[in-house]
């Protein structure tokens, strides 16, 4: 278990929500799956709420923006200056859909495409650091990137946000960790995914630590949620792959506890 009071160094994957067309029923097969509480993310928040495990903030939730797009885990990456970010973000051939703009006094942030077409946010601390607890039951535990465009995808990481990669490639998968400038942690995944299906976009995946990844799975199918990948050993752990009843797909697994 690792509790976070400070702001997160820039280029740590430090938040993940969910836009859902029915916010009422997602909370409520989260809170079932995952025991959290939720508190509201203020009287202009829209509906936002955030998702907490013993009282700490650990993901958000909220109504979907626009009804005709899919629904999915967003990954937001930190940032110490969100408008060089994105002015980064154009030069190195990504696209903003929504230009940096303040959330109250929580922060600032903006949402993007990467070069190769997966989403992604970007958060600029205020009073809202992002994720507060990680690496326990119910909350953020990884981070990855899948992209059919694995050197492209590494080469804009790298030019927005100075990060370096160590390859962990064996058995004909290709993948990297990301390491942040600031110290070098690993912090994020890629993955060169080539299984992704004409029609998925490239993406990054939500992954939450559990600490019983058969009853984790067991209990999302008893509350309407299908396993895209049963439950399975892998070196990091084990885990499975989930579709909630809404479309969003994320990951279980019961990897080593970090202290972040």
């Known amino acids: 278990m690792s509790t976070r009071i400070s702001s997160w160094p820039a280029a740590t994957p430090m938040w993940v929500d969910l836009g859902a067309n029915d916010p009422k029923a997602a909370k ?15 009287q202009d928040a829209g509906g936002y709420v955030l998702a907490c495990v013993g ?10 923006q626009d009804p005709s797009m899919p629904t999915t885990w967003t990954t937001f990456l930190a940032s ?5 970010t994105a002015k980064k973000i154009s030069a190195a051939g990504g696209q903003l ?4 703009f303040d959330v109250m006094d929580s922060g600032r942030m903006a949402l993007a495409v990467d070069s190769a077409g997966a989403v992604f946010g970007v958060w600029q601390a205020g009073n809202h650091i992002g994720a507060e607890r990680v690496n326990e039951h ?12 694995y050197a492209a995808a590494r080469a804009f990481y790298s030019g927005v946000f100075d990060v370096s990669y160590q390859d ?14 600031l110290d070098g942690r690993e912090v994020a995944g890629v993955h060169h995914d080539t299984g992704l299906s004409g029609t998925t976009p490239n993406l990054w ?50 990897a080593p506890r970090t202290s972040e």
């Open 138 to 149: 119910g909350a953020l535990c990884w981070n990855e990137l899948h992209t059919r465009d």
């Open 205 to 254: 995946m939500t992954w939450f630590a559990s600490d019983f990844v058969e009853g984790s799975a067991t209990r999302a199918v008893e509350l309407g949620a299908t396993l895209l990948e049963p439950v399975t050993d892998s070196p990091l752990g084990r885990m499975a792959v989930v579709r909630g009843p809404q479309g969003e797909v994320f990951g279980l697994i019961d």
């Open 97 to 100: 859909i929504a230009q940096p």
């Open 28 to 42: 409520s097969f989260y809170s079932g799956l995952f025991g959290w509480d939720f508190i509201s993310g203020g």
């Open 55 to 64: 009282g700490r903030a650990v993901a958000g939730l909220g109504p979907k």
């Open 168 to 181: 962990v490639t064996e058995d004909g998968l290709v993948y990297s960790t990301m390491r942040r400038p």
């Open 80 to 84: 110490d200056d969100v408008d060089v």
